[in-house]
């Protein structure tokens, strides 16, 4: 009887443990995609708990310091999801800003119109724009940014307790900080095409003066979407370069964010 309540002593810890691993997916990459089923992603948040739990110490857990209750369990639950949520959010922000810089680039382009519904993302998808978050997640896994999202969570055991209240103003200025810079990212993305589009809309309205003969938009429209596609082949080296970079920092200021709780 001792053992089963002994045994009772370690489940809200377990549960706290799950709960923050199941923040990765709802919005991580990869493991957060939609087209995974929701069981599937529970099974895999309980195994990755139960796996974790053993190797945790009694005083990062906290065993006997939580009832088995809604009342007592729920704002805790609700800490170690942000938590989760947060680490998965920081991680998916670089695929994010360059699926947005080739949303930029595809409109621009005149691809606006050309858009296709994705059943993966559950949402409409620029052509460009799709075709860079895609070779993006590539880089992802094979830069190892999955192990490295997962590890994220399981340093923060050692430096986030569990329960602790994270949603502060240091967790909102860090976070306005990094949408500002993936938007930024984003333009850096789009910069060459959109730069060198806007040079061609120059030369074409100065050759419709030039020559009132021609029939500018039947001739503009194809030259722009044939100038935009050489551009992308030409910087798809430089949007890697850039991915990477901002990658590395992502992953920096995950483990940052986390060691300075």
């Known amino acids: 009887m001792n053992q089963y309540v002994a045994l009772l002593d370690h489940v809200p810890s377990a549960l706290l443990v799950i709960f923050r691993i199941g923040g990765l997916a709802i919005y991580g990459p990869v493991i957060g995609a939609s087209f995974i089923p ?4 529970v099974m895999l948040a309980v195994i990755l708990g ?8 009694t005083q990062e857990l906290g065993v006997g310091e939580w009832e088995l209750n809604v009342w007592s369990l729920g704002p805790a639950i609700a800490m170690e999801l942000l938590v989760g949520l947060v680490i998965g959010f920081l991680a998916s922000l670089p695929l994010l800003a360059v699926q947005i810089g080739g949303l930029m680039m595809g409109h621009q ?7 296709f519904f994705n059943p993966a993302m559950e949402d409409s998808a620029d052509i460009i724009g799709q075709m860079l978050f895609f070779m993006a997640l590539a880089g992802f896994l094979l830069l190892g940014g999955l192990e490295s999202m997962v ?21 909102l ?5 990094v949408l500002t810079a993936s938007y930024e990212l984003a333009l850096r993305v789009a910069a060459p095409l959109l730069t060198l589009i806007f040079l061609e809309t120059v030369a074409m309205g100065f050759l419709s003066k030039t020559v009132p003969q021609l029939n500018i938009l039947s001739l503009g429209f194809p030259m722009r979407i044939l100038v935009g596609l050489v551009i992308v082949a030409l910087v798809v080296g430089v949007i890697d370069e850039v991915f990477l970079d901002w990658f590395n920092e992502m992953t920096n ?4 964010w986390i060691e300075n709780r």
């Open 109 to 115: 382009m005149g691809l606006g119109f050309a858009r």
């Open 50 to 57: 139960l796996a974790v739990y053993p190797v945790l110490t």
């Open 173 to 177: 200025t860090m976070l306005a900080g």
């Open 253 to 256: 200021l995950t483990f940052t």
């Open 38 to 41: 929701v069981r599937i992603k």
């Open 151 to 171: 590890l994220a969570v399981l340093h923060s055991f050692h430096h986030i307790p569990l329960a602790t209240n994270v949603a502060d103003g240091s967790l």
